[in-house]
């Protein structure tokens, strides 16, 4: 299996990891780019270690630059599906290695992506072997919707923040996705933001916040 290069900030505490944060960046960015918001939240998780990896597929864009979870050249429905379901082993492997490595189950496992990597996180998530804390999902959409009335498929909080100006993921992803998920038994919260584009603010970083109280107290 495809080994993935990551990031990592220890617990701020110098303890022992007792929760791990897998951050999954956007289209064409890297790892570097999420584990740059672990500061903002150790106050609230002094014990947990946060995880950024690169994506395992060069980005067809920008192959020099970043990476990719699956292409985008093709946006249809179905292309997308089959591009996750490429990129879920090798996600799935990378998390059993860090669980392992720290000690830890799935219970103690939150994934936080922005865009592609909420996505991804969104299809892999619920579909791990055992039921995970949270989704923590930025700037994102729900893809493969109509497939998460499943056993298969374990229903954990997820929290989502979407900006209204933004003009890459439109803002009608975040309803579609907290429609599809609540309809499934989800327990969604979040919100949306007026005039934010496809980025992170503060009032995002505040929210993720509020969950990861919520699903680690």
């Not at 429905?77 to 490429?86: D, S, Y």
């Amino acid at each position: 299996m495809q080994e993935l290069n990551s990031y990592n900030q220890k617990p701020s505490s110098g303890q022992a990891a007792k929760q791990l944060v897998v951050l999954l960046h956007g289209y064409g960015s890297n790892g570097r780019d999420l584990i740059s918001l672990a500061p903002y939240w150790q106050s609230t998780l002094p014990d947990a270690v946060f995880v950024s990896p690169d994506a395992p597929f060069p980005c067809e864009m920008a192959p020099e630059m970043g990476y990719q979870w699956f292409s985008l050249a093709n946006r249809d429905p179905k292309k997308m599906l089959a591009g996750v379901k490429t990129a879920e082993p090798i996600l799935n492997a990378f998390i059993d290695e860090q669980l392992k490595k720290y000690n830890l189950d799935d219970s103690k496992l939150c994934l936080v992506g922005f865009s592609q990597g909420t996505m991804t996180s969104l299809y892999v998530g619920p579909r791990r072997a055992n039921k995970i804390a949270g989704i923590q999902g930025f700037s994102g959409a729900l893809i493969g919707g109509d497939k998460l009335g499943g056993d298969d498929v374990h229903k954990c909080p997820i929290n989502l923040v979407h900006g209204e100006a933004d003009s890459v993921v439109p803002v009608q992803a975040y309803y579609h996705a907290k429609e599809i998920l609540e309809e499934n038994g989800f327990d969604v919260t979040g919100h949306t933001t007026a005039g934010l584009e496809h980025s992170i603010d503060g009032a995002g970083v505040e929210s993720a916040t509020k969950l990861f109280e919520k699903i680690f107290s």
